[in-house]
């Protein structure tokens, strides 16, 4: 879990950084969507209610005007929608949001569009995102191999996996598989990287509705004030764009 928290403000800050959304063709040029940055003190407040999702008839719509207000993807936010709503099911103390959850994808891939990266109608992002190497280099932590390569393709040090960034240890504990088939969970899916993100918020937080819980939960994927504010400023700016018409 430690390597977890550190290795998230050095891996993750750097994926937000150098995202390329790839060659467009010519044309209008859509505005950017502008998350305001907002600093509340940890354990404060919680950002802002993002509103009832919808039921089945409807969704289809509103994924696809959430996903145009705000930029985004609609495969990714119907995998936080999915995860949130499963979650509220499996455990309703918890209180999670999918604004929660997608203010972590942004952050953590910008909703896997890492360095062109995309997540395909199936789920499975490619190409792959996996981090630098935890190597002890400066302002790096050192996390020797502890899946023998499997989910990172390092024998030697382990490195954060998949559009929400876990490590393998951590995967190998919390992962889970979100469509419930029977395969493994796959860090580099869509939909089972939202659902771990989930599961592994409301294991830390407890109760997400609370500013103590929140702010334990995203403190725990990372133990940063700085990045619990950007999480908390995106999942407040997504919450209020999903309320526009």
């Known amino acids: 879990m430690l390597a977890l928290l550190v290795v998230g403000a050095l891996v993750a800050g750097a994926v937000w950084v150098v995202v390329s959304l790839g060659d467009r063709e010519p044309g209008p040029v859509k505005p950017e969507f502008v998350v305001p940055d907002l600093k509340p003190a940890p ?13 089945e008839p409807a969704k289809d719509a509103w994924i696809a005007k959430v996903s145009e207000n705000t930029d985004i993807p609609s495969r990714a936010l119907r995998a936080y929608v999915n995860a949130a709503e499963k979650t509220a099911s499996t455990t ?9 959850i997608a203010g972590i994808g942004r952050t953590e891939s910008q909703h896997a569009r890492h360095d062109g990266s995309r997540a395909g109608e199936d789920g499975v992002v490619t190409p ?15 996390v020797v191999d502890t899946d023998k390569g499997a989910l990172d393709g390092d024998p030697k040090w382990d490195r954060a996996v998949g559009p929400m960034q876990f490590l393998p240890a951590t995967w190998k504990r919390y992962g889970v598989r979100a469509s419930g088939d029977g395969a493994a969970p796959d860090p580099q899916n869509i939909d089972d990287a ?38 908390f400023s995106n999942a407040d700016a ?7 018409p």
Not at 128 to 142: E, H, K, N, Q, R
């Open 43 to 55: 354990r404060s407040a919680i950002p802002g209610d993002a509103g009832p999702l919808p039921a």
């Open 92 to 100: 309703p103390r918890c209180g999670i949001t999918w604004a929660t």
């Open 128 to 142: 792959p995102i996996i981090g630098i190497p935890l190597d002890g280099s400066p302002g790096v932590l050192a």
């Open 194 to 231: 939202a659902m771990t993100t989930a599961r592994y918020l409301c294991a830390k937080g407890g109760d997400l509705g609370k500013p103590t819980g929140w702010w334990n939960a995203v403190l725990t994927y990372n133990n940063s004030a700085q990045y619990g504010q950007e999480v």
């Open 238 to 244: 997504y919450g209020k764009a999903a309320l526009k």
